[in-house]
C-alpha cells in the first residue's frame, strides 16, 4: 500500500516539473534556446554513451 503512495508523488512531481520546464522554455530572452541547448547537449551525450556501451556489449560478444 505504501508503494502506491510514492508513486503518486512521483506522479506528481513529475506533472509539476513539466510544467515549470514548460513556463521556462516559453519564457522571455534566451531562456527557450537554453533549453534547446540543454537538451541537444543531453541527447547527444546520451548517444555517445548508448553507442560506446553497446560496442563495449558488442564487442564481449565476438572473438578476436
Do not use: H, K, Q, W
Not at 44 to 52: M, R, T
Request: proline content about 2%; overall charge negative.
Amino acid at each position: 500500500m505504501d508503494s502506491a503512495v510514492v508513486m503518486n508523488v512521483i506522479v506528481d512531481n513529475v506533472r509539476e516539473m513539466n510544467e515549470y520546464f514548460t513556463e521556462v522554455a516559453m519564457g522571455d530572452g534566451l531562456a527557450p534556446l537554453l533549453v534547446l541547448f540543454g537538451t541537444l547537449l543531453i541527447v547527444f551525450s546520451l548517444g555517445v554513451f548508448g553507442a560506446l556501451t553497446l560496442g563495449a556489449v558488442g564487442d564481449l560478444f565476438t572473438s578476436s
